[in-house]
C-alpha cells in the first residue's frame, strides 16, 4: 500500500492524474495535510477533478516555514507510524512534501518524489531547499525532463531516477481532450461579484514571495499590465491577497481584473485562450508551454529550461519595463518539440512504483 501526501494546489493536479492510474493497481492512502485549505485552492479541485476524498486531513496551515513544516513533520510521523505504507509518494516542492519525505525516511518508509531533479539554482527559493533536501532522501526520483535528469546526475542521485515525463503534461491533456476545459463560470471578483471574461485577454498569476513581499515589486508588476492592449485577469492567490487588495485601493490598476482563484478546469482555459501568459508559477509556464501560448515568467532564475525556447518563455524582473520588453519580442513554436513526454507519465510512474510494492 502507498500512502500519497498532498498539501497544495499544484499536488492536487498531479495526484489528480497519478491515481487515477496508480489505484487500478495498487492501494493508495490518501493524505491531506491542508496547508492549502479555502474552497477555491482545496475544494474545487478534488470536485472538478474527481480526486478520491482523502482518507487523513490533518488541517495543519499558516505559520512560518518552520512552524508548518514541524508540526507537519510530527503529524505525518505519528500517521506513517498507524498506517505503515510500503512507500511514500510526493510531488514537487512545498513544506507538505519535505515534511513528508522527512518523517517517512526515518522511519525506513522509501520515498518516490515525482517532480525530482527540479533546481533553480538559489537557496533564497525556499522550494529550492524542500527539492534538493527531498530528491536526496528519496529511494524513487520521477524526474518530468532531461535537464530535472542532468541536475540529479550532477549530485549523484541518478540511482533509482527514472525518465517519465511531466503528470502536469498529462493532467493537461487528459483534461483538454476531453473538453473539461471550458471558460470560467468561477470567475468572481476579491469582493465576491460575479465577472464576464472579457473577448481578449491576458491571464496573469503571481504570488511568489519573490515578487510579492515587497509591495514596490508588486507595483511594478501591476503597472506594467495596466499599460497592456486588452485587460488582464488576474486571479489573486491568498497569500498576497491582503497585499492586493491594499495597492490596488491606492492605485487603480483598471486594466486589470482581480478575481479570485479559480478552479484548474477554468484556469487551462484562461492559459490556453490568452494572448499572452504573464507568471511566477511553475505549473502555469509549462501549461502556456503545453498551450503553444507565450509566457512571461517574473523570476531571476529559470524553472524549467526546456521551455525557453524561441522565445516562447523569458525571464522578466519585477520591473514594469523588463516586463514589457518581454512581452513585445515574437515567439516560434516548433509543433515537434515536446520535452515534458508523450502525456504517460503516469503510466511510467505506476509501473515502477508496482515494481517495488507489492
Ligand atoms: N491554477 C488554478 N487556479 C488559479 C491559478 C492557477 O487552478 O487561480 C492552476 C494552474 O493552472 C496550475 C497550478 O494551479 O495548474 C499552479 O499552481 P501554483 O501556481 O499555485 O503553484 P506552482 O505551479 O507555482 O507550484
Redesign the pocket.
Known sequence: MIMTVVG???QF?KAAALSRVLRKSREEILVHTGQHHDENMSGV?FRELDIPEPDHNLGIAGGTHAQMTARMLVALEELLQQVRPEMLLVY??TNSTLAAALAAVKLHVPVAHVEAGNRVGTLKNPEEVNRILTDHVSALRFACVQSAMDELEKENLLSGAHLVGDP?YDAFLYYRERGAARPPRDLVSLKGEPLRLPGAFYYM?C??QENTDDPAKLHQILSAMDALDAPVVY?V?PRNRAEVERLSASKGYKNVLFTQ????L???HL?SHARQVV??????QR?AFFAGVQCVTILDFVCWPETMVDNRNRLAFPDRESILSALSRPMAVDPHYAPFGDGDACGKITSVLEAHTH
Open positions: 497544495a494546489r499544484p493536479i479541485f514537487g516542492d502536469m498569476t504570488h511568489r486571479p492567490h482563484p479559480v478552479g484548474y477554468s484556469s487551462i492559459v507568471t511566477d508559477s511553475g505549473g502555469v501549461e
